[in-house]
Each structure stands twice: as C-alpha cells, then as structure tokens.
C-alpha cells in the first residue's frame, strides 16, 4: 500500500467521529427495568431479548428484596450470578440498580455483597421518600445518613447515587429541596441520577447539569407534550441535543430510557438516530 492509501486509512477514525454529535457515542443506549416489571415476571430472559433487539445495550435493575412489592418478587429466589448471566446472555450489561434508602442505611453490607456479585459499578438510592410534610432539615438529615454509606459504597469500588421525584422540586420556605439536597450531599461520594420528567414542572435536565458541573452519574428519559403526555423520545418538547451537550458538564455516565413499553422501540431509535 502506498503512502497516499496508508494516509487515507488513518483518517477514517477522525470521519467516522465527525458525524457523531458531540458526546452521543459516550453514552450506550439504556433502559430502567420498572416500566416493564410485569413483562419481566412473565418471561425474564425473552424480555431482556426484546429489549436488546429495540437497540438498548445496558439496564438498571431494581433491588428484587428491596422492590418485592413493587413487582419485583419473581426475583427474590433468583441466585445473583444467574441473574447476571441472564442479562449477558441476553446481550446487555447492568453497571447499575436502584435500591431504597432503608436497604442502603439499615442492609448496607448484604445489598453491597449483591451489587459486587451483580458486577454493578452504580448504586442508586430511589428516593428519601420522606413524607409531604418533611422539612429541608428532614432531607438534610436524610442527605447526611446517605454520605456515611456512600463512603462505604466507596470503599467497596462503587459509585453511590442519588434519583429525584418531582416531590425534589417542590419548595420549603422559598427553597428549592433539589438546590438544599444538592448542598448537603458530598459532590465525590454521591453524584445525582436527573429524572427529566420534572419538564412537567419546568425544570429541565441541561440547567442542572450546567448548574453543577461534575456532579451527576446518569439519568432516566422520558419525553413529554406541552400537554403533559408522554411520548417516545425525540417527539415531546425536550431539547434532547441540548440535553446531551450539557450531560457531558454534568458528568453524566448512562442514560436509562424509562417509558411505557410501547414507547421503548421508537425512543431506542431515535437516540439512534443522534
């Protein structure tokens, strides 16, 4: 080959990521395994294929103790290593999972076991679930008592997160409870999972990301209408290109689509299409 074609060679990389926006190709297409907990229970292994054949590479798991209530019992009796192989087999990884912030204060040494076993890099904390008339002190308390088993979490080689509600975005004595979360959390222990569907409120992802620079893991997608409907990724009012330049400041690792099923083929293809 001469020098001419060696050269053309050496430059397909550089095309190649040319017609890639900007960050995209950082991010495998993902899902969140709640909104399809009942086809799960149905057939585990076919689901987890069905979701890789719509074009999603990797999965967020809910903890089956954590969640046997909440539709995660077919679970419970599964040995970890088999789930693990399940989710290979099916083509997929799971670098992450959510679990209740009782599992992480009062079991945190069993849920640890599970996530090495699982292969997770990520654990996610739900929510505080504090009630309606919780106080910023109730969820700075709260946000302390998460920074002692994120240390832990550390220590073990995983990553600790923290997943807002929109109940995050109401406000106490003029307050933002995100913005008195976000001050009390410790930036290196906990980052922060987005959920974008506070766009209902007003609160879009790509401002939070800028805001804090460096201080989220990953984020759950949904897209929604003027309206409040959702709908597949890409047909609602989010500016996902917008979105995903800012989740790069952020630190955003992995996005997690988490929709009604018949929403997931027509969101996978459109973040393909990016």
């Excluded at 890639?20 to 229970?41: E, H, K, M, N, Y």
């Excluded at 969640?67 to 083509?91: H, P, Q, W």
């Excluded at 959510?98 to 654990?123: N, P, S, V, W, Y």
């Amino acid at each position: 080959m001469g020098l001419g074609g060696a050269w053309a060679l050496s430059q397909i990389p550089g095309l190649l990521r040319a017609r890639t926006p900007p960050g995209f190709s950082d991010f495998p297409i993902g899902f969140q395994t709640f909104p399809v907990r009942d086809r799960l229970a149905k057939d585990f292994a076919g689901t987890l294929r069905t979701m890789a054949g719509f074009g999603y590479q990797v999965l967020e798991m809910c903890s089956p103790p954590g969640y046997v209530g909440a539709g995660f019992g077919f679970l419970i009796n599964m040995k970890t290593a088999e789930l693990r192989s399940t989710i290979s087999d099916a083509g997929l990884t799971c670098p992450s999972c959510h679990f209740t912030f009782t599992e992480l204060t009062d079991k945190l040494d069993d849920r640890i076991e599970f996530a090495q076993q699982l292969g997770l890099t990520q654990m996610i904390c739900s929510s505080f679930w504090l009630p309606a008339t919780a106080t910023i002190k109730d969820y700075q308390d709260a946000s302390d008592k998460l920074n002692m088993c994120a240390e832990k979490i550390k220590k073990a080689g995983m990553q600790t997160g923290y997943h807002n509600h929109e109940m995050e975005f109401a406000t106490r004595d003029g307050e933002l409870i995100y913005d008195a979360i976000m001050s009390r959390l410790d930036p290196q222990l906990v980052k922060m999972q987005f959920q974008t569907e506070v766009i209902n409120l007003g609160y879009k992802a790509a401002t939070y990301f800028t805001k804090y620079p460096g201080r989220f893991i990953s984020s759950h997608l949904s897209d929604w209408t003027a309206e409040k409907k959702e709908v597949p990724i890409g047909q609602g009012i989010i500016d996902w290109k917008g979105f995903f330049a800012a989740a790069k400041t952020g630190g955003v690792k992995n996005i997690f689509v988490e929709m009604d099923f018949d929403k997931f083929k027509d969101s996978a293809a459109y973040l393909r299409s990016l």
